[in-house]
Nanobody, 113 residues
Framework: QVQLVESGGGLVQPGGSLRLSCAASGFTFSRSPMSWYRQAPGKERELVAV????????SYADSVKGRFTISRDNAKSTVALQMNSLKPEDTAVYYCTARGIYWGQGTQVTVSS
């Protein structure tokens, strides 16, 4: 069956960095656009970053442009989100998704001093 397993979340100080990873299985990863979403307490889930299939074109929410980088490794069926210059407002549960159909369980990111 389809599985998406996120890892790499945690507590980090403002200005710090974290790298999230999502391991995928159960579907043809190389043919699936992949995305990261996040949901903060009391807020709706929002799109953070998207990466296309073979050529890896990317797009980002305005709030994370220049700070976050999404990447994929089709050979390993993984997608990553490198997060730099983190801000308290980046605190949320981060989810990876394949086509918006399959979702991981989420990983908590907390940015606080």
């Amino acid at each position: 069956q389809v599985q998406l397993v996120e890892s790499g979340g945690g507590l980090v100080q403002p200005g710090g960095s974290l790298r999230l990873s999502c391991a995928a299985s159960g579907f043809t990863f190389s043919r699936s656009p992949m995305s990261w979403y996040r949901q903060a307490p009391g807020k709706e889930r929002e799109l953070v970053a998207v990466i296309s299939t073979m050529y890896g074109s990317t797009s980002y929410a305005d709030s994370v442009k220049g700070r976050f980088t999404i990447s994929r490794d089709n050979a390993k069926s993984t997608v990553a989100l490198q997060m730099n210059s983190l801000k308290p407002e980046d605190t949320a549960v981060y989810y990876c998704t394949a086509r918006g159909i399959y979702w991981g369980q989420g990983t908590q990111v907390t940015v606080s001093s």
